[in-house]
């Protein structure tokens, strides 16, 4: 169950309103709620975010998907920052208050991907054989992280390749999955239409 009615407020100094907030909050933790947060600033090992207008960490662990590293999370913050997203309490302290936050709960609208489309992403990691990018930029997140794989290979030179970092955003055209069920793209797509040619004309 999502509680939609909640909003994040913006900082007061009022004690009395900060102290309504806290036990509004406090009350939601015990229920059965999924309560919107927004990211505000990276840590260690975590985000600091807003919820219910109150400051409270929330572990990359519990984030609505995962990264194999932190780089992954700083490369797309600029991206997920402000964004809505979704959690539960996981542990509530009152005085002085300290809030943890589990965001590993349902809440993604399902993925629908075209061949031959042109998506963007948000290049997480980068290594000899190609780069790996992050569309769920595309969808505004809607759809969590959606990880595709645009092979060395595919890129439009070695100069277009080398010149590409992580964080940057990236164009590529949805190719389909391979045997390991990675999502391929190609960055020509001229290229993707002559391979998919050759492929018809070899099954004939």
């Not at 909050?25 to 090992?45: A, R, T, Y």
């Not at 759809?143 to 890129?155: A, E, I, M, N, R």
């Not at 070695?158 to 190719?175: R, V």
């Amino acid at each position: 169950m999502i509680h939609e009615g909640l909003k994040a407020n913006d900082p007061t100094e009022n004690k009395d309103y900060l102290v309504e907030l806290t036990i509004q909050l406090e009350e939601l933790s015990g229920q059965d709620v999924n309560i919107p947060f927004h990211i505000k600033d990276i840590k260690d090992n975590g985000f600091v975010i807003k919820i219910h207008g109150l400051y409270a960490f929330i572990s990359f662990d519990y984030m609505p998907w995962n990264y194999d590293d932190t780089n992954s999370w700083k490369a797309v913050l600029k991206s997920i920052r402000e964004k809505q997203f979704y959690g539960r309490i996981y542990k509530f302290i009152k005085d002085p208050i300290f809030i943890i936050v589990n965001g590993d709960v349902p809440q993604f609208k399902p993925l629908v991907l075209v061949e031959g489309e042109e998506y963007h992403g948000i290049i997480i990691r980068k290594n000899k054989s190609g780069v790996i990018f992050d569309i769920g930029d595309h969808f505004h997140w809607k759809c969590g992280s959606v990880l595709g794989f645009l092979p060395k290979s595919h890129f439009l030179s070695k100069i277009d390749f080398s010149n590409i970092n992580i964080g940057d955003h990236i164009q590529a055209y949805y190719f389909g999955s391979d045997e390991n069920d990675r999502r391929l793209f190609y960055k020509n797509k001229k290229k993707m239409d002559w391979y998919i040619d050759f492929q018809n004309k070899q099954k004939i």
